[in-house]
């Protein structure tokens, strides 16, 4: 066997992928199957499927979700210091 040695850039440079749109949305659409699939969503291995899929398809940044309104009485510590000061008393 050949020894081989490069830089990651040369590696970088090496690996740089030129797909069709056909062939973008067949691999994006197996990785997405593959990520869905597997019972493992913290193992490496699906952490390295969503890393791909993030450079092949990435998502634009979106906003932070509203926070929702809550009145004083409905937040758990409110109530949890409601139920403290009734078993002191």
Same mark, same amino acid.
């Given at each position: 066997? *050949?020894?081989?040695?490069? +830089?990651?850039? &040369?590696?970088?440079?090496?690996? %740089?992928?030129?797909?069709? +749109? +056909?062939? &973008?949305?067949?691999? &994006?659409?197996?990785?997405?199957?593959?990520?869905?699939?597997?019972?493992? %969503?913290?193992? #490496?291995?699906?952490?390295?499927? @969503?890393?791909?899929?993030? @450079?092949?398809?990435?998502?634009?940044?979106?906003?932070?979700?509203?926070?929702?309104? %809550?009145?004083? *009485? +409905?937040? #758990?510590?409110?109530?949890?210091?409601?139920? @403290?000061?009734?078993?002191? *008393?």
């Amino acid at each position: 066997m *050949g020894s081989f040695s490069a +830089d990651r850039s &040369t590696i970088n440079a090496i690996m %740089t992928l030129e797909l069709s +749109d +056909d062939e &973008t949305l067949a691999l &994006t659409d197996l990785l997405k199957r593959m990520i869905d699939e597997d019972c493992y %969503t913290l193992s #490496p291995r699906v952490l390295t499927l @969503k890393a791909i899929l993030a @450079k092949i398809e990435p998502r634009p940044n979106a906003p932070a979700p509203p926070l929702a309104v %809550t009145k004083l *009485g +409905d937040r #758990p510590c409110a109530a949890l210091a409601s139920r @403290k000061r009734q078993r002191r *008393g």
